[in-house]
Each structure stands twice: as structure tokens, then as C-alpha cells.
């Protein structure tokens, strides 16, 4: 057999080869930098492309679950995947797969290329936002902070969402940092409720923030923005009698404008309605 007939099947051999690679999905890459994000129970797996002709399926499993798929995180070009409806179990452990399609191809691949995501807890692995709270003057020398827990993406069977307390029930407690207006000393007591009296000086204006505190697993939630008491200073009872004085000089001085422009004018009226009565009088005078 010649060169040019070694060369043919060579070069056959060689393409067969190629479409069965291509076929099998050799050709793909799995993902890569495979991470999880989730704040107050929400939850994302997220990774990086590295092909354009790509498409991904993800897949997650729990310790007590099997694997379940997202029919929007199925064959999508997406690179993120919000699986919060499938790891309602906030106490399980969940690792996730990134499979990896061919855009152009529809048939299955019999092993496509994957990354498996580390292990994920919720339970211990979310970040918790802020809380509210309302700041309640009770009277000049106590303050009630009365604290909204904040809701998460985990739904009871009713379909409304669970607070953080409802997770975490005994374990929550906040942080509740206080200090007087102006001042660099800050303070710190925990509440374990939702309501929490404070005791604090008359007449200086205290701000407050909180903080939620998960006592196990130990962690720490965002802080709060800051509010603080009306300042007593600024009431009018603390503004002195000299105050008093001028505003009542002032309220006098308008009082008497306002009575010397009416008198002028019912004059004025008067001695108008006395010329258009007697006009003779007026002329001979």
C-alpha cells in the first residue's frame, strides 16, 4: 500500500477520532471558582464561564435529601443560581454540582464535565442582616428600644417567611450599643427579648444602635442604623426666661402694628364717607 493510501487512512482515523471526543463532550471544560452566597437564608451558588458555547445545569444534595435540579438552572447560560426553595432545611448540609453542556448540541452526554461546590451549612454559613427597632421615650430618665427581628427566605407550611428568631429562637439576642449624644464613650447590654428598658440621664440625648448575636452557632449579624432621643435641651422649658420675654415683646409689637393699621384705615374710611355726604361743606370750606 502507497504513502498517499497510509496518508488517507491516517487522516480518517484522525477525524473519527475528533467527532468521537466532540461526541463524548470531551472538548468541554467544567466551571470554575465555585462559590455560595446567602444573606438572611437566601441563598446562590455562583461560578465563573469558561467557554461562550456553554450551558450549565446545577444539581444540589443534602446530607438527608437527594439531588434536585432548578428547571431555570437546567441547559442556561446563566453563571448564577438562587437555590433557596431547595435547602429549606436550615440544619442540613448541602453540596451543589455545576454540569457543563454544549450550546450547539442537544443530545446528552453520558459523563459531562463538573465542579462540585464545597460543603454548605445555612444554618451557620449565612450572613444576617440588619434589624430594625423602634426607640420609645417612656419618661425623662427611661427609654424602651421595642426591636422588629428580621425575615428570612425560609417559608413555614403556610407559605409566609420565618424571622430569624423563629430559627434561631433562644439562641438570638441583640447587641444594643448606646451612647450620649457627642460622645465617644460607647456602651454595650444585651436583650434577649424584643422589648428592652433602658435607664438614662434627664436631659442628655442618648443614641442607640443594635446588633443581632447568635449565641450558637456563634456569629454576628449586620448593626442597625442609629436613632436617638429628642434632645430635652432644645424644649422650651429649658430655653429661660429671657426667651419668654422677647417672644412676648415680639407678640406685643405685632399686636400693636396690626391695631394702629386698622385705626389709620377706619379714619381714613371715615372721613371719606364724611366728604361724599356734605361735598357743599367741603367747597365753601
Known amino acids: 500500500m502507497g504513502c498517499g493510501a497510509d496518508f488517507a487512512i491516517t487522516l480518517g482515523f484522525a477525524i473519527i477520532c475528533l467527532n468521537c471526543g466532540l461526541g463524548s463532550g470531551t472538548s468541554l471544560e467544567p466551571v470554575t471558582n465555585v462559590t455560595w452566597k446567602s444573606f438572611n437564608f437566601r441563598t446562590t451558588l455562583q461560578w465563573a464561564a469558561t467557554s461562550e458555547d456553554s450551558v450549565y445545569t446545577v444539581r444540589v444534595s443534602g446530607e438527608q435529601s437527594n439531588w434536585k435540579k432548578k428547571p431555570e438552572c437546567t441547559r442556561s447560560k446563566i453563571t448564577s443560581c438562587d437555590l433557596t426553595n431547595l435547602i429549606q432545611n436550615v440544619a442540613d448540609t448541602y453540596t451543589a454540582e455545576v454540569l457543563t453542556y454544549s450550546a450547539t448540541k442537544t443530545e446528552d452526554v453520558e459523563e459531562p464535565p463538573l465542579k462540585r461546590s464545597t460543603a454548605f451549612q445555612p444554618l451557620k454559613q449565612t450572613d444576617i442582616g440588619q434589624a430594625t427597632f423602634e426607640l420609645i421615650e417612656k419618661n425623662k430618665t427611661e427609654v424602651q428600644l421595642t426591636i422588629k427581628d428580621p425575615l428570612t427566605f425560609i417559608k413555614f407550611s403556610n407559605n409566609t417567611f420565618k424571622t ?122
Open 164 to 285: 430569624i428568631r423563629d430559627i434561631y429562637g433562644s439562641n438570638l439576642e441583640y447587641i444594643v450599643f448606646y451612647w450620649k449624644d457627642r460622645s465617644s464613650g460607647k456602651k454595650s447590654l444585651i436583650a434577649k427579648d424584643q422589648d428592652k428598658r433602658i435607664k438614662v440621664e434627664e436631659g442628655v440625648t442618648y443614641c442607640f444602635s443594635i446588633q443581632p448575636h447568635i449565641k450558637s452557632p456563634f456569629k454576628d449579624g449586620q448593626e442597625s442604623s442609629v436613632k436617638c432621643t429628642r434632645s430635652q435641651r432644645d424644649s422650651p422649658s429649658d430655653y429661660g426666661i429671657g426667651v419668654y420675654v422677647l417672644i412676648i415683646i415680639g407678640a406685643l409689637l405685632v399686636i400693636g402694628i396690626i391695631i394702629g393699621v386698622t385705626v389709620y384705615l377706619c379714619r381714613r374710611k371715615a372721613v371719606h364717607n364724611s366728604a361724599e355726604m356734605n361735598p357743599l361743606k367741603m367747597v365753601s370750606a
